[in-house]
């Protein structure tokens, strides 16, 4: 007997849309992927569609508006599992790196002024678990293909993802590049989490920390060792907070006192 | 009073719809609304070094990282005193026509196609079209190996920093792109012939402004330090706030340009409009084939420009090849020279001229300031909806094939709605 098929939906909001278009870049098996699941919902890739109920929803992007964080929750009502998909949706992304610091009044009046929005609400951008409950996480700016493939095999075969939970190191070991680190340049790499394959240490340029703090990560073993290598407390907490977003808040304040 | 609402426009990057307000045959109101969340991206960069101002504002878009990155390169090098060498020039070429590869394919087989040929998307297109749907792919596979090789990986690759490139690519790798260029020309040549076949109505026609970079030395490019206007003006990029004149508009969390007052039109159209008597080889060719004088009255032109443009793209590479490995021995990173000072960084995106302007103080950004291609050709696209509205209703024409009508305008311009919804810091006068 044949298996239903898994009713899929993709959603972006705020972002660069990158993380879908990693989808739509893999080319052969974009095809397979249309084939083996109904995609009842993928803005960015076709114009029919639908806001049905879902086995999946792949949610992209930060919340950065009243609306959609109604939209979100609307989504999630209808869907059984809700994946955040890159580092916007899962952490808040490049435009959440000031959360907790009160600055994005002051941030939006310097853009916009006294103008209004007609259309929306804005909000600072938040990570799509803080408007509704995220069943997985598939960090990156932007995420892997192939990690979205064997996480998207995974739900095929009714199994939950798995997802690796070593920093960056392990794969710039594996890859026998020399230590940044030792060289006395600002690398996060022990700090995040892996799955791009060390691609930045492997072009002799730092770690920038794009997939987000990995799961049990030295942050004050790190703020140590980069003091000790003669950067400034602000040179350190701007790098480690560049792409973390929320990732990296409660830990730098535990740290410095404040955040 | 009616309304037509198309929201959220499919097939663009990022969220954006359009509003028709009509009382009677009268149109009231025609609005490209951008409704992507708000970003505040020039005012995270300030007090971040030059490095991470690259890695923040090039994921802007992903669609046009590699270009954001490079203005945002030429702009911050300007400030610091940086004159990179030739081989990160040329790598730079390389990696930005990989981009322009990857977007313009992107965007006509897989964006723009499906409406012409009345699909929903491009995969629905493969049991009547499959060649072109997979001649398509292999130009974009290829524009996406480009952008992976050189920056590092598909999208937000650190590779192109500050002063140069962590790695370059080896003699092999470089041979081999040449090869493949090569093989892929009937591909590009197949797309302007598509495209070509296809009807365009000229019911909305009227003229506009086109501007682009000034490339010099009498050649068809895409980097500059002054912009050609199609009035017959040269204006230096430093001159760019005079040029764009920046507004706030409500109904779009982008702002909006005109120039003189007037709209303008930025993009492949544009440069093909300002710069195609320039071109060379088959790109030539096709040019003086396809071009006539309804592409500068008709914004639908630019899937045909960018088509011609993919020829053009796959012309280039084996010259920019050759003059990467003329300079193996080049440095790889240049250091700055200073701390501080100003500069513009202005290349074309596939969507048209970008600007990175950059104030450096203390070795770490002070001040930028950014405009989008998308927001700069918004007055246009609203120009045209309105005409292309007002006519339709006076044929009496249905909801639905106003709707369909309005999309495939917009959708022309290939608007990439992340970008233009990055904002720049308002001036009061």
């Given at each position: 007997?044949?298996?239903?098929?898994?009713?899929?939906?993709?959603?972006?909001?705020?972002?660069?849309?990158?993380?879908?278009?990693?989808?739509?870049?893999?080319?052969?098996?974009?095809?397979?992927?249309?084939?083996?699941?109904?995609?009842?919902?993928?803005?960015l890739?076709?114009?029919?569609?639908?806001?049905?109920?879902?086995?999946?929803?792949?949610?992209?992007?930060?919340?950065?508006?009243?609306?959609?964080?109604?939209?979100?929750?609307?989504?999630?009502?209808?869907?059984?599992?809700?994946?955040?998909?890159?580092?916007?949706?899962?952490?808040?992304?490049?435009?959440?790196?000031?959360?907790?610091?009160?600055?994005?009044?002051?941030?939006?009046?310097?853009?916009?002024?006294?103008?209004?929005?007609?259309?929306?609400?804005?909000?600072?951008?938040?990570?799509?678990?803080?408007?509704?409950?995220?069943?997985?996480?598939?960090?990156?700016?932007?995420?892997?293909?192939?990690?979205?493939?064997r996480?998207?095999?995974?739900?095929?075969?009714?199994?939950?993802?798995?997802m690796?939970?070593?920093?960056?190191?392990?794969?710039?070991?594996w890859?026998?590049?020399?230590?940044?680190l030792?060289?006395?340049?600002?690398?996060?790499?022990?700090?995040?989490?892996?799955?791009?394959?060390?691609?930045?240490?492997?072009?002799?340029?730092?770690?920038?920390?794009?997939?987000?703090?990995?799961?049990?990560?030295?942050?004050?073993?790190?703020?140590?060792?980069?003091?000790?290598?003669?950067?400034?407390?602000?040179?350190?907490?701007?790098?480690?907070?560049?792409?973390?977003?929320?990732?990296?808040?409660?830990?730098?304040?535990?740290?410095?006192?404040?955040? | 009073?009616?309304?037509?609402?198309?929201?959220?426009?499919?097939?663009?990057?990022?969220?954006?719809?359009i509003?028709?307000?009509?009382?009677?045959?009268?149109?009231?109101?025609?609005?490209?609304?951008?409704?992507?969340?708000?970003?505040?991206?020039?005012?995270?960069?300030?007090?971040k070094?030059p490095?991470?101002?690259?890695?923040?504002?090039?994921?802007?878009?992903?669609?046009?990282?590699?270009?954001?990155?490079?203005?945002?390169?030429?702009?911050?090098?300007?400030?610091?005193?940086?004159?990179?060498?030739?081989?990160?020039?040329?790598?730079?070429?390389?990696?930005?026509?990989?981009?322009?590869?990857?977007?313009?394919?992107?965007?006509?087989?897989?964006?723009?196609?499906?409406?012409?040929?009345?699909?929903?998307?491009?995969?629905?297109?493969?049991?009547?079209?499959?060649?072109?749907?997979?001649?398509?792919?292999?130009?974009?596979k290829?524009?996406?190996?480009?952008?992976?090789?050189?920056?590092?990986?598909?999208?937000?690759?650190?590779?192109?920093?500050?002063?140069?490139?962590?790695?370059?690519?080896?003699?092999?790798?470089?041979l081999?792109?040449?090869?493949?260029?090569?093989?892929?020309?009937?591909?590009?040549?197949?797309?302007?012939?598509?495209?070509?076949?296809?009807?365009?109505?000229?019911?909305?026609?009227?003229?506009?402004?086109?501007?682009?970079?000034?490339?010099?030395?009498?050649?068809?490019?895409?980097?500059?330090?002054?912009?050609?206007?199609?009035?017959?003006?040269?204006?230096?990029?430093?001159?760019?706030?005079?040029?764009?004149?920046?507004?706030?508009?409500?109904?779009?969390?982008?702002?909006?340009?005109?120039?003189?007052?007037?709209?303008?039109?930025?993009?492949?159209?544009a440069?093909?409009?300002?710069?195609?008597?320039?071109?060379?080889?088959?790109?030539?060719?096709?040019?003086?084939?396809?071009?006539?004088?309804?592409?500068?009255?008709?914004p639908?032109?630019?899937?045909?420009?960018?088509?011609?443009?993919?020829?053009?793209?796959?012309e280039?590479?084996?010259?920019?090849?050759?003059?990467?490995?003329?300079?193996?021995?080049?440095?790889?990173?240049?250091?700055?020279?200073?701390?501080?000072?100003?500069?513009?960084?202005a290349?074309?995106?596939?969507?048209?001229?970008?600007?990175?302007?950059?104030?450096?103080?203390?070795?770490?950004?002070?001040?930028?300031?950014?405009?989008?291609?998308?927001?700069?050709?918004?007055?246009?696209?609203?120009?045209?909806?309105?005409?292309?509205?007002?006519?339709?209703?006076?044929?009496k024409?249905?909801?639905?094939?106003?709707?369909?009508?309005?999309?495939?305008?917009?959708?022309?311009y290939?608007?990439?709605?992340?970008?233009?919804?990055?904002?720049?810091?308002?001036?009061?006068?």
């Amino acid at each position: 007997m044949e298996k239903k098929k898994l009713d899929v939906g993709l959603y972006g909001f705020t972002g660069c849309n990158g993380d879908q278009l990693v989808i739509i870049h893999s080319e052969d098996r974009l095809l397979d992927f249309f084939g083996s699941a109904n995609i009842k919902s993928f803005s960015l890739a076709k114009s029919d569609n639908d806001d049905s109920e879902l086995d999946i929803a792949f949610v992209e992007g930060s919340v950065s508006n009243q609306e959609q964080a109604e939209r979100v929750k609307e989504i999630r009502e209808r869907s059984k599992f809700l994946v955040a998909i890159g580092n916007c949706a899962c952490y808040g992304g490049v435009q959440a790196m000031e959360m907790g610091q009160d600055t994005w009044d002051h941030r939006f009046e310097k853009v916009y002024g006294e103008s209004f929005l007609e259309n929306r609400t804005p909000v600072e951008s938040k990570p799509i678990d803080l408007a509704v409950k995220v069943d997985f996480y598939l960090p990156g700016c932007p995420i892997d293909a192939d990690q979205f493939f064997r996480c998207f095999g995974h739900f095929l075969r009714g199994e939950q993802p798995a997802m690796p939970d070593y920093p960056v190191c392990a794969e710039c070991r594996w890859k026998e590049n020399e230590c940044l680190l030792l060289k006395g340049v600002l690398c996060v790499g022990p700090l995040t989490a892996s799955g791009c394959g060390a691609v930045c240490p492997s072009h002799n340029l730092p770690c920038v920390g794009c997939w987000g703090v990995v799961k049990e990560g030295n942050v004050t073993s790190e703020f140590d060792l980069l003091k000790e290598k003669g950067f400034s407390v602000e040179a350190i907490k701007n790098r480690m907070r560049m792409h973390t977003g929320i990732g990296i808040m409660k830990p730098l304040k535990n740290i410095l006192g404040v955040y | 009073m009616a309304e037509i609402i198309v929201e959220p426009l499919a097939r663009v990057e990022g969220e954006g719809g359009i509003t028709v307000r009509t009382e009677g045959q009268k149109v009231k109101e025609v609005s490209f609304d951008i409704l992507e969340g708000t970003r505040l991206i020039e005012t995270l960069v300030v007090g971040k070094t030059p490095e991470e101002d690259v890695s923040i504002t090039c994921r802007i878009c992903a669609i046009c990282t590699l270009s954001h990155r490079y203005a945002a390169l030429r702009g911050l090098e300007k400030a610091l005193g940086i004159v990179i060498p030739p081989k990160a020039h040329w790598m730079r070429s390389l990696m930005h026509l990989g981009e322009f590869l990857e977007s313009n394919s992107l965007h006509v087989f897989l964006l723009a196609l499906p409406d012409f040929l009345g699909y929903p998307n491009a995969v629905a297109m493969l049991d009547k079209h499959a060649d072109d749907v997979v001649k398509g792919l292999a130009l974009k596979k290829y524009g996406n190996k480009i952008m992976r090789l050189t920056s590092g990986r598909m999208i937000h690759g650190e590779n192109p920093t500050v002063g140069g490139f962590g790695k370059y690519l080896d003699r092999r790798t470089l041979l081999d792109l040449k090869k493949e260029a090569a093989e892929l020309l009937p591909a590009a040549e197949r797309a302007v012939e598509i495209v070509a076949g296809l009807d365009i109505p000229s019911f909305f026609e009227k003229e506009t402004v086109f501007m682009c970079c000034e490339p010099g030395d009498s050649e068809y490019g895409l980097v500059g330090d002054q912009i050609k206007i199609s009035d017959g003006k040269t204006v230096p990029v430093e001159q760019y706030r005079s040029l764009t004149n920046e507004r706030f508009s409500p109904h779009s969390a982008a702002k909006h340009c005109l120039y003189n007052g007037k709209p303008y039109t930025v993009g492949a159209i544009a440069r093909m409009n300002n710069l195609g008597e320039r071109l060379k080889g088959r790109s030539r060719t096709l040019f003086e084939k396809h071009w006539n004088k309804r592409w500068l009255r008709n914004p639908v032109y630019n899937n045909l420009a960018q088509a011609i443009e993919l020829v053009w793209s796959l012309e280039q590479i084996p010259l920019v090849v050759d003059n990467i490995l003329k300079h193996e021995d080049d440095p790889a990173i240049v250091k700055p020279s200073r701390t501080q000072g100003e500069g513009v960084g202005a290349v074309e995106a596939p969507r048209g001229t970008l600007y990175h302007n950059y104030r450096i103080k203390d070795g770490l950004v002070a001040e930028a300031n950014l405009i989008i291609p998308t927001g700069q050709s918004l007055e246009d696209i609203e120009k045209y909806l309105r005409i292309a509205v007002e006519e339709m209703l006076k044929q009496k024409a249905d909801d639905h094939a106003i709707r369909m009508q309005c999309e495939i305008i917009a959708r022309s311009y290939d608007p990439c709605i992340s970008c233009s919804t990055h904002m720049v810091s308002i001036e009061r006068t």
